[in-house]
C-alpha cells in the first residue's frame, strides 16, 4: 500500500517517539534483576572488604541484589577491562580507583581501555590513607631510624607492593625519592601475600592502605612506623604522619568509586548515584568505614570526572619522575 509523504513522516514520527518511550520506560524501570559490581581485586583485599557491605547496601537501595565479582590481577587491568567491555545497560557496575583511573593511564603505553572514554564516572564512594609498615625484627622503630637504615644498606631493604603501577609502588617510589634512599621494589600479586610476608620476616616494609593491614597491626604480626595522610589516622592515633616525621608535604591518599561503562543511560547513572549516596550512610557500612578509618566520598558524576581529570597528569609526573614502568 502506498502512503502520502505526510502521512510516512506521521508514521516514522510516531515510531521514534515510541521507541524513545518504551527506552525511557525500561529505563525507568532499572533494575529489573540482580546487578553485577566488578572489583578488580582478590577477595579478602582492603578494597574488597571496604566494597562488600557498600554492596549489600546499594542493593537494599535499588531493589535488587548486587553481587560482587572479583576479578584481580595485573593491578586492576584484568576487571577494569572487563567492566569497559561489558554492555552499557546498567547491569554491570564496577569499583575504580587511583590506580585503575589515573595511575595505569601513565604505566602502561598500551592501556586496554581509556579511563575516560572507556568508562563513565557514577559516584565517589571511598578515601583513605596509607600507613608503611615494616617486619618486627627490622632495626626501626619509626620513619627516621628506617631512613637511616637504608642510607647505611643501600638497595638491601626490600619495599613490597600489589604490582607495578599500584599505589603502594609509587608511594614507595616517591618514599625513596624524598629521602634520597635506594630500596628494592618487590611486587606481589597481592597485599595479602605482601603483608604475610613482612609478618613472616621475609620482606621489609610496604605501603598499603588501612583495611588491607589493620588486622596485621592489631595483632602485633608487623610494626606501623608512619601514615601518609597529613592528619593521623583515627584508628592508629599514636602513629606519626610521615610529615610530622621529617617528610614535610608527603601525602598519598587513596580513592575509589563506582564506574559503569560508557555509554550506559543517563537516567541510569542518575538513579544508581542517588542509591550509592544513600547506602554510604547506612549503618553497617558507617561502622566498618569507622573501624578502617575510610572515609565516605559521595560525589556527583562530574565531581568525579573533574578528579581523575586531576589525578592522571598528577601520577603521570610522578611516573615519570621515578622512572616506574610496567611494560
Not at 616494609?205 to 589516622?233: C, E, H, W, Y
Amino acid at each position: 500500500m502506498h502512503f502520502p509523504n505526510r502521512i510516512r513522516r506521521a508514521l516514522s514520527l510516531l515510531m521514534v517517539f515510541a521507541a524513545a518511550t518504551g527506552a525511557t520506560a525500561a529505563q525507568a524501570e532499572w533494575p529489573e534483576r540482580p546487578i553485577k559490581m566488578i572489583v578488580p581485586y582478590v577477595a579478602g583485599s582492603g578494597p574488597d572488604v571496604v566494597l562488600r557491605p557498600i554492596a549489600d547496601a546499594l542493593g537494599r537501595e535499588l531493589g535488587q541484589p548486587v553481587i560482587v565479582d572479583n576479578r584481580g590481577g595485573a593491578g586492576g587491568i584484568v576487571g577494569t577491562q572487563a567492566l569497559a567491555s561489558s554492555a552499557p545497560d546498567g547491569y554491570t557496575i564496577g569499583f575504580g580507583n587511583l590506580v585503575t583511573l589515573a595511575i595505569n593511564k601513565s604505566m602502561h603505553a598500551k592501556l586496554p581501555y581509556d579511563p575516560q572514554r572507556s568508562l563513565a564516572p557514577v559516584s565517589l564512594a571511598i578515601g583513605n590513607a596509607l600507613v608503611l609498615i615494616a617486619r618486627n625484627d627490622l632495626p626501626a622503630s619509626n620513619v627516621q631510624e628506617l631512613i637511616a637504615y637504608a642510607k647505611k644498606n643501600p638497595g638491601k631493604v626490600s619495599v613490597g607492593s600489589l604490582g607495578v603501577g599500584s599505589s603502594a609502588h609509587l608511594a614507595g617510589e616517591m618514599l625513596k625519592s624524598e629521602t634520597g634512599t635506594t630500596m628494592l621494589h618487590v611486587p606481589y600479586k597481592s597485599g595479602q601475600q605482601a603483608v604475610a610476608d613482612i609478618a613472616g620476616g621475609q620482606l621489609d616494609v610496604m605501603i598499603d592502605n588501612v583495611a588491607g593491614v589493620l588486622p596485621f597491626i592489631r595483632s602485633g604480626q608487623v610494626k606501623v612506623l608512619g601514615a601518609t595522610s597529613l592528619k593521623r589516622v583515627p584508628v592508629l592515633p599514636d602513629v606519626p604522619t610521615l610529615d610530622e616525621s621529617g617528610l614535610k608535604g608527603f601525602e598519598v591518599v587513596s580513592w575509589g568509586g563506582i564506574m559503569v561503562p560508557a555509554g550506559a543511560p543517563k537516567p541510569i547513572i542518575d538513579k544508581l548515584n542517588a542509591a550509592i549516596a544513600k547506602a554510604l550512610k547506612d549503618p553497617a557500612v558507617l561502622k566498618l568505614n569507622e573501624t578502617l578509618s575510610v572515609e565516605a566520598m559521595p560525589s556527583t558524576p562530574e565531581q568525579f570526572a573533574n578528579l581523575i581529570a586531576t589525578e592522571i597528569p598528577r601520577w603521570g609526573e610522578m611516573v615519570k619522575k621515578s622512572g616506574a614502568s610496567a611494560d
